[in-house]
């Protein structure tokens, strides 16, 4: 019988549950913009707003001490990589119904688990194993691939899944070498924002009130859920948490039909319901 899980373990799953809900919303926001903003606008709003938020709520005396880090080449990386993730998603919300890239985004716990071990040197449990195959499987029936149209548009997700694989194992990677979370943010946000700055001034597009409005809104989640992951995988393992951050599909879903009446069809229904009860499953497990 496993050991019972730790309340660390347990604080780690909790966050990162309410950090994927809100990359949910953040993706319904970055689907809403993409209607009338470039690629390269909607990247810079969710680290170029996001950054003078955290910098104001930190007091100035730390500001110094905020950007120190004994892993620079690792806090560059971590920067970069997320870039990765935001392009490749912002562009399959624009072409796929937002539960459908959500769903083909989720091989990545999958790769997670795989390279936890061989990465970081942890181990993987039985069940946690059980979750992704359910979720990789979910993913297949979702993206069809082969059988419909859904199928070209689905690279983006799918290039996603590797960025944000990549993300979670770097992430988790700087917890375990002591990096204080909001260090690791304000690089992260730092670095995007200079990386997406003179993409978004190639590809400036008109800027209504109202989508100011929302991408202000978009910059804020974004940092939100950003600084919740971070504080998450300081309390759990990446291979424990990698199945957890199933719950943005059903955010996903959630805001998909609200906001733009989009009906899951059948085989999405389908996927999301095996990566629900793949995390009760595992839920259960935890708790014994």
Known sequence: MAAPATPETLRGIVLIVVSASIFGLVDGVSKILAETQSVGQI??????????????LTPRAE????????????????????????????????????????????????LVVALAGP?????VRPAS?????????AVVIVARPG??????????????AVFYAL?????????????????????????????ATPLAALTWEPVSVTAWLLMIALGLTFALAQFLMVQAFSHAPAGVLAPFAYAQIVAATIVGVVFFGAVPDLWTVLGVTMIVGAGVFLTRLQRR
């Open 147 to 160: 059988f419909s149209d859904v199928s070209y548009y689905a690279l983006f997700p799918l290039a996603a």
């Open 167 to 195: 993300y979670q194992l770097v992430t988790r990677g700087l917890s375990i070498k002591g990096e204080r979370p909001r260090t690791t943010l304000v690089w992260t946000l730092a670095i995007g924002a200079a990386v």
């Open 43 to 56: 990247v810079w709003a969710r680290y170029a707003i996001a950054l003078p938020v955290i910098l104001l």
């Open 63 to 110: 500001w110094r001490g905020l950007f120190w880090t004994g892993s620079p080449f690792h806090q560059i990386a971590r920067g970069l990589i997320p870039i990765g993730v935001s392009i490749t998603m912002v562009l399959a919300v624009r072409y796929l119904p937002l539960a459908e890239a959500t769903v083909i985004l989720f091989a990545a716990p999958f």
């Open 129 to 137: 194993w059980i979750g992704v195959a359910v979720g990789f499987a």
């Open 119 to 123: 990465i970081l040197g942890e181990h």
